[in-house]
């Protein structure tokens, strides 16, 4: 069983299309990021949240960490095929790790 | 601009042998991390280590040493290999407090296959 639930798994969707993905789990962090991966690479961040309620935007993308810091989403406005690729979420409490095992998002042209 | 650079990339074992993967950062980061990820089942930490000269077991550290013998670098063990160690291994290194994590600069990866 994973710590961190991600939803969906998988997610095809048409260019200009609005998506939401969750990362959702029972025990609290103190720090929760984002990631995006791409086939044959290491996964590169794209955010860390680190206050429950906390709302983050980078371009298109959307990231808010919930009130109790359990869960998070990642909402992406007007997709774009450059937004293809492998999404994790990861948190941590203290020296404790966790990812969540990704969403695989395709955006089609 | 390195970040974490991890060797070799690619590598092929027999059954028993052993090797070890060299991780190596440029960053000044404390924290150094090694995760495998295996399809369906995400990334799992092996070891990590807090500071030089100290590391701690992971989620899956059965089969795998390690040593922080310098800051900058992160060096993963395997004794000997078995196939179930067929993955790809990625190193990585954070800014740490303690209790906030402000997020990883992950390698490109090694690609393991044990036959």
């Known amino acids: 069983t994973q710590l961190l639930e991600q939803s969906p798994q998988f997610l095809s969707i048409q260019e200009g299309e609005n998506l939401t993905v969750y990362c959702n789990s029972s025990s609290v962090f103190s720090s929760l990021q984002w990631y995006r991966q791409e086939p044959g690479e290491g996964p590169v961040l794209l955010v860390t949240v680190v206050t429950g309620g906390e709302v983050k935007k980078l371009k298109r993308l959307t990231f808010q960490f919930g009130d109790a810091r359990k869960d998070s989403s990642l909402h992406i406005t007007a997709a774009q095929p450059g937004d293809t690729g492998l999404y994790l979420c990861?948190?941590?409490?203290?020296?404790?790790?966790?990812f969540g095992s990704g969403t695989k998002l395709n955006v089609k042209p | 601009n390195a970040g974490v650079t991890q060797t070799p990339k690619f590598r092929v074992l027999k059954t028993g042998q052993s090797m070890t993967l060299l991780c190596a950062q440029d960053?000044?980061?404390?924290?150094m991390y090694w995760y495998r990820q295996d399809p369906g089942m995400g990334l799992r930490l092996i070891h990590y280590?807090?500071?030089?000269?100290?590391?701690a077991k992971g989620e899956v550290p059965d089969g795998y040493n390690v040593s922080r013998l310098k800051k900058q670098n992160f060096l993963l063990g395997l004794e000997s290999a078995a196939p179930s160690q067929t993955s790809v291994y990625f190193c990585?290194?954070?800014?740490?407090?303690?209790?906030?994590?402000?997020?990883?600069?992950f390698g490109s990866g090694t690609r393991l296959t044990v036959v």
């Open positions: 990861a948190g941590n409490n203290f020296n404790k790790f966790y």
């Open positions: 960053m000044n980061h404390e924290y």
């Open positions: 280590s807090v500071g030089e000269g100290t590391t």
């Open positions: 990585a290194s954070s800014r740490s407090t303690g209790s906030i994590n402000y997020g990883y600069t």
